[in-house]
């Protein structure tokens, strides 16, 4: 079975995941007054939290970043793109699962902008975690045969 992702779909992915990066400071302070509860906490704690904040950022960015940057590079059926993709692909459908597991039990900001944007980013988090279930199977299949 051959999958083909066009690298425009792969590159507008990486955008997004770039996007995300970039829009996550304000999510956290605007819409979910992130900053203010973690104050609460001991300073130890805040350091964590804050320290796995940025490596949500992070990794974020990087994927966008390998999406744009290695596009080709990741349709090749190599032992690195089956890696690389799977964890890109784990990553994304785990942050999928969580946030319709978890998310819902808690009070986001009636305002119909965070409403929009709630959906629009559910989307793109769908939409990286297929495309990168869709490049790993092919990458792995590839593998394979």
């Known amino acids: 079975m051959k999958i083909n992702i066009p690298n425009w779909l ?3 992915g990486g955008l997004g995941m770039i996007f995300t990066a ?3 400071p304000y999510i ?3 819409v979910f007054d992130w900053y203010n509860d973690i104050k609460k906490l001991k300073p130890l704690n805040q350091e964590i ?3 796995y904040g940025r490596y949500i950022q992070g990794l974020n960015f990087s994927f966008g ?3 744009i940057l290695f596009t ?3 349709k090749n059926n190599t032992s690195l793109a089956v890696a690389l993709t799977g964890l890109i692909a ?3 459908t785990g942050k999928v699962i969580t946030q319709f597991a978890y998310y819902p039990m808690y009070d986001i900001p009636k305002k119909k902008i ?3 944007g709630a959906v629009l980013m559910n989307t793109m988090f769908v939409a990286f975690s297929l495309i990168f279930i869709l490049l790993f199977v092919s990458n792995l299949t590839g593998y394979l045969m």
């Open 49 to 51: 939290a804050k320290t």
């Open 22 to 24: 970039i829009i996550y």
């Open 114 to 116: 965070f409403k929009i």
């Open 65 to 67: 970043l390998i999406a």
């Open 90 to 92: 784990a990553y994304w």
């Open 28 to 30: 956290r302070h605007r």
């Open 10 to 12: 792969i590159i507008l």
């Open 72 to 74: 080709q590079d990741l």
